[in-house]
């Protein structure tokens, strides 16, 4: 009747960190650790679940048989019994490094009320009883460990329990026979409770913990390209500190699933005790991430005059207002040495900067026409035809974490198409004019609420343009930096925030939630210490 609160505790206390690996474990992407104040929250949250439901526990009936002199052998069965009183003197829950944890009610005292019924030959006599059970003891050890699929596990390794005394109250009809002999019926009583009581911790365990603790995800689908594995690499271990645990934390495929190439960085994390509990996320998790969709071509952006049009909808943005105060007045600083092309690269920048503060309704568009300026040639060449830009990672874009900074350095080809379907059938209405490189230097940030890890863009400097490869002739890029700087800040970036700000999700059991958080940037992952509440 002891044991239903504790697989709630020992499910709170799997959530935790993992420090040290034996040889040849891989290190996690995702690691948590608890501390003593979440452990003295978890065992007050075990003893609350306890009191609430000790009325709804039913309780195994009791019977027996006894000599009652001249009666002879008397049939004796104890039923319907429900707690209706429970003191709690003494509880406990403590960890003991390579032994697991160990639960213990001691001293506590329990009121049972019920049914008794004697049967003797054909005679049946029934009533009601009171039993109460003083000086209750229980030792429970549990083991930690992993099944395959990566999910925790527990069993009871050693349960131990003693009872001081029970004393029994009959009523009902001739009640007064069994009163008699109610020393020898409250013995029996008590022999039969200290047989039962590790006998049901066990069923408890088996039962109710091990259930509760599938419901940790082991995979989580976080939309139709990618899910990511939460599994464990290793088996949970009791520290002094706490309970330690390492999740794999790696993104993979819906519709393929490749081995990654490279491994998960080692996580040190600081001795912070201030909070329940601590998540440790390497950039690992991220990285895996940038794989998956690389590889599924969710990277690659189209632009197109619609695209073009839709600028107006970003321009009053807040973003778009600061961006304009740091870029929109360029100084150029001239000098003997300055080299003149760099001289006409940045007045005209400036120029082109000025040029995007006209009307919103003028209309700007992906043309030959509006490139005579930058690509004389292309004008030339193909007069008052549209134009398409293709755009996608020369490969998967990978976080660089330091302490207290998150840097994404990603290089992008660019590829410009010019547009007409009955030129060019058999390619889609598309002829290739050039291709170039844009590298840039990213700043993340990083947000964590209470169930989810979520981040947005800033930028860390411009974009660099490069050309690589040309089919109309040479030309210099210097002069379209400005133009993919304006449309990178005010469509790429805003598409990539809008899929951070959906998240990925923390492995949390059903109804639990994070608050006062606090969160820190260090070498290889983000760490984030917050309190628990469980519904």
Same mark, same amino acid.
């Given at each position: 009747m002891m044991a239903r609160p504790y697989y709630m505790v020992v499910a709170l206390l799997l959530l935790a960190e993992f420090t040290r690996f034996g040889e040849g474990t891989p290190n996690p992407g995702f690691m948590v650790r608890i501390t003593g104040k979440g452990l003295e929250y978890a065992h007050q949250y075990g003893v609350a679940t306890l009191k609430n439901d000790l009325s709804t526990i039913k309780l195994p009936d009791l019977s027996g048989s006894y000599g009652i002199g001249w009666l002879g052998s008397v049939n004796y069965v104890f039923s319907g019994m429900r707690i209706h009183h429970f003191l709690l003197r003494n509880s406990q829950l403590s960890l003991h490094p390579r032994q697991g944890i160990k639960a213990s009610l001691s001293n506590n005292h329990v009121s049972v009320s019920g049914n008794w019924k004697v049967k003797k030959s054909f005679i049946t006599l029934h009533g009601t009883f009171d039993l109460s059970v003083d000086g209750m003891s229980v030792l429970v050890s549990l083991n930690l460990d992993k099944d395959q699929s990566g999910r925790p596990t527990v069993s009871v390794t050693h349960c131990h329990n003693f009872i001081g005394h029970v004393s029994i109250e009959i009523s009902g009809h001739i009640s007064w026979i069994l009163n008699l002999f109610h020393e020898r019926i409250e013995n029996n009583v008590k022999n039969i409770l200290e047989q039962k009581i590790c006998k049901m911790v066990k069923e408890s365990a088996a039962s109710r913990l091990e259930p509760y603790l599938r419901t940790l995800p082991v995979t989580s689908m976080i939309d139709q390209i990618a899910g990511i594995d939460y599994r464990l690499v290793g088996a949970p271990q009791v520290t002094f500190q706490g309970l330690d645990t390492p999740f794999k934390g790696e993104f993979f495929g819906r519709n393929w699933n490749s081995s990654v190439p490279f491994d998960a960085p080692p996580i040190m994390l600081p001795q912070k005790h201030d909070h329940m509990i601590y998540f440790a996320v390497s950039e690992y998790v991220f990285n895996t991430a940038s794989r998956v969709y690389h590889q599924a071509g969710q990277m690659k952006f189209t632009i197109q005059n619609k695209h073009i049009q839709n600028l107006t909808k970003f321009i009053n943005h807040k973003s778009a207002k600061n961006w304009r105060k740091q870029h929109l007045r360029p100084r150029c600083l001239t000098s003997k040495s300055t080299p003149l092309t760099t001289l006409a690269s940045c007045f005209s920048s400036g120029f082109l900067l000025g040029v995007l503060?006209?009307?919103?309704?003028?209309?700007? +568009?992906? &043309?030959?026409?509006?490139? *005579?300026?930058?690509?004389?040639?292309?004008?030339?060449?193909?007069?008052?035809?549209?134009?398409?830009?293709?755009?996608?990672?020369?490969?998967?874009?990978?976080?660089?974490?330091?302490?207290?900074? =998150?840097?994404?350095?990603?290089?992008?080809?660019? +590829?410009?198409?010019?547009?007409?379907?009955?030129? *060019?059938?058999?390619?889609?209405?598309?002829?290739?004019?050039?291709?170039?490189?844009?590298?840039?230097?990213?700043?993340?940030?990083?947000? =964590?609420?209470?169930?989810?890890?979520? /981040?947005?863009?800033?930028?860390?400097?411009?974009?660099?343009?490069?050309? !690589? &490869?040309?089919?109309?002739?040479?030309?210099? =890029?210097?002069?379209?930096?400005?133009?993919?700087?304006?449309?990178?800040?005010?469509? =790429?970036?805003?598409?990539?925030?809008? !899929?951070?700000?959906? /998240?990925?999700?923390?492995?949390?059991?059903?109804?639990?939630?994070?608050?006062?958080?606090e969160f820190q940037i260090h070498e290889n992952f983000v760490f984030l210490g917050a309190n628990v509440d469980v519904d």
């Open positions: 503060q006209i009307p919103l309704n003028f209309p700007i +568009q992906l &043309h030959t026409s509006s490139f *005579w300026a930058i690509i004389p040639q292309l004008a030339r060449l193909y007069p008052n035809m549209e134009l398409e830009l293709e755009t996608s990672p020369e490969s998967a874009p990978f976080l660089t974490f330091t302490p207290g900074n =998150v840097t994404f350095m990603p290089v992008m080809d660019i +590829q410009a198409f010019v547009l007409d379907e009955d030129l *060019w059938p058999k390619s889609a209405g598309r002829k290739p004019l050039f291709q170039i490189r844009a590298s840039t230097n990213i700043s993340i940030t990083i947000n =964590v609420n209470s169930s989810r890890i979520t /981040g947005s863009l800033t930028t860390g400097s411009e974009l660099k343009l490069e050309l !690589k &490869h040309s089919n109309i002739g040479f030309f210099n =890029v210097n002069l379209m930096e400005s133009i993919f700087n304006y449309y990178a800040l005010h469509i =790429v970036y805003p598409s990539l925030n809008a !899929k951070l700000e959906e /998240g990925i999700p923390l492995p949390l059991p059903r109804d639990t939630y994070l608050n006062s958080l």
